[in-house]
């Protein structure tokens, strides 16, 4: 095993990592450790090329380290990236991943994420402690969500009662499937996508929702539009034809670069920052490694609403948007320790 630094960066620490006889190559960033461990999950994905996967990285570090400071939790920021060639079995990567996270010796903290299973962090767990993963951190991080956008109807409307609001959801996967769960109980009106069939029909038959063709979900006409699937799906190309007045969803990095935000602003769209609401999944961690109980879990994650409303108010009172709001906010926190540090 090679692990090397790599210097031209902006963040605390990038590694590249690699196994060469075994077929493993793997990015290891720590953006930020400044509020404790870096916390961020294990991205296993068959980048095209070396570039890619650093790049990745780093973002998804950075974007982790933001989420956790506006958060208000003792992490930092990180994420690790196995280059998958296809060339080593499965749990082999795993498992020299393992190595290379127990050499940091706690200041990484991995967990499950995009090709990263809790079988995954199972075997991983052989090897070294610094992987958490073991709350299921979809519902959560729906739960959130919802949170989130009653927060947007009590700021817009002057109530959270969802009841008669139509919201497009795009996306059905573990995320998609629990907000259309939240939604459909709370009495919105659901329309949803997704290229799998199957998981379209599951969610129209359990929610009463209608499905839309994937291409068109995002310019439907919608009181809110929830980005439950991929990033980067708010672009100059389709910010100019949504429909919805509200866009907040869970998808991580849903702007296409930072101009999209004020393209959505322009237009009197109200966007709520995805690394905001979508904290839920994170605050799992809370669970897992600060001995939260589920009370308390529920109790941060339903606090999406009211730090939600707290920037929606502030950013609305002083002509900004609450991506500069909840920026500000994140940034500031980055340089503080935090208080109560991981078990
Ligand atoms: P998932 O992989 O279970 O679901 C994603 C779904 O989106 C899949 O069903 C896929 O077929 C669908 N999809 C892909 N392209 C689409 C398109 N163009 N239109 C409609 N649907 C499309 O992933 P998961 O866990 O539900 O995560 C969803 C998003 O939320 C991701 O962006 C993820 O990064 C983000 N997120 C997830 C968290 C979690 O707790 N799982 C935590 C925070 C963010």
Known sequence: ??????????????????????GYHAFVALYSTARGPA?????????????AAVDDAIALARSMAHKSALADLPFGGGKSVIWDTGRAPREALYLAHARVIEELDGRYIGAGDLGTTREDVATMRRLTRFVAGHTEP??????????????????????????????????????????????????????????????VHRITMRYRASAVDPAGLLETTA???????????????????????????????????????????????????????????????????????????ERRVDGVFHETLRILEEAARKHTTPLAVADRIAFGRLREPASDLPV
């Not at 090679?2 to 031209?8: M, P």
């Not at 799906?233 to 007045?245: C, E, F, G, N, S």
């Open 1 to 22: 095993m090679v692990i090397e630094q790599i210097h031209d960066t902006d963040a605390e620490l990038l590694l590249e990592c690699s196994d060469h006889a075994l």
């Open 138 to 199: 979809a519902q959560w991080t729906a739960r959130g969500v919802v949170r989130g956008i009653e927060a947007a109807a009590m700021h817009l409307w002057r109530s959270a009662d969802l009841a008669g609001c139509t919201i497009a959801v795009q996306g059905c996967g573990n995320v998609g499937a629990h907000v259309a769960r939240e939604l459909h109980d709370a009495g919105a009106s659901l329309l949803v996508a997704d290229p799998d069939p199957a998981r």
């Open 223 to 297: 009181d809110i539009l929830a980005p439950c699937a991929v990033g980067g799906v708010l672009d100059h190309a389709v910010i100019p034809r949504l429909q919805a007045t509200v866009v907040a969803g869970a998808a991580n990095n849903q702007l296409q670069g930072r101009r999209a935000a004020d393209l959505l602003a322009r237009r009197g769209i109200l966007y709520l920052p995805d690394y905001l609401i979508n904290a839920g999944g994170l605050m799992t961690a809370g669970v897992d490694l600060l001995g939260w109980s589920l009370n308390e879990l």
């Open 39 to 51: 916390l961020g999950g294990i991205r296993r994905y068959a980048y095209l090329d070396r570039a």
